[in-house]
């Protein structure tokens, strides 16, 4: 049995229930994100460079993840006129 492929195989109810945890967990990511990056700003001015300033960076590929992966959703409800 093949194996279907990306966001077809899904209903659209599913789809949009998805669609929307996703759109919630990267709001709440960026919003960590941006809190992070400001804590690794103070603690480098205030102590000097360390763990916390590499943090931010380490993140990014998974922030970038998350982009993708909402983007490709955004993309297939946009393809079945859901948005």
Do not use: C, Q, W
Request: aromatic share 10%; proline share 2%; hydrophobic share 50%.
């Amino acid at each position: 049995m093949e194996k279907p492929e990306g966001l077809a195989h899904l209903s659209d109810e599913v789809l949009t229930k998805s669609y929307n945890t996703a759109k919630g967990i990267l709001i709440g990511f960026i919003v960590v994100f941006v809190l992070l990056f400001a804590t690794a700003i103070f603690i480098t001015i205030k102590k000097g460079f360390g763990v916390f300033t590499i943090l931010p960076i380490v993140f990014m590929s998974v922030l970038m993840s998350n982009i993708t992966n909402f983007n490709k959703l955004k993309e297939e409800m946009k393809n079945r006129n859901l948005i």
